[in-house]
């Protein structure tokens, strides 16, 4: 394997990284916020 192919796929593996953080990022956000309006709901509603 020469110095070449292993820039590629350090670059690959970086960028497929970077992809991965990213959808990860987005449902962990998804979750949240869901969480965060759920807590909302409950507490409007034991105020009433």
Do not use: C, H, P
């Not at 590629?8 to 998804?30: D, F, H, N, P, T």
């Amino acid at each position: 394997m020469s110095l070449q192919d292993w820039r590629m796929l350090k670059k690959k593996s970086a960028v497929l990284q970077k992809s991965i953080e990213k959808q990860v990022g987005v449902e962990l956000y998804q979750i949240l916020m869901s969480f965060i309006i759920a807590i909302f709901r409950v507490m409007t509603l034991s105020e009433n």
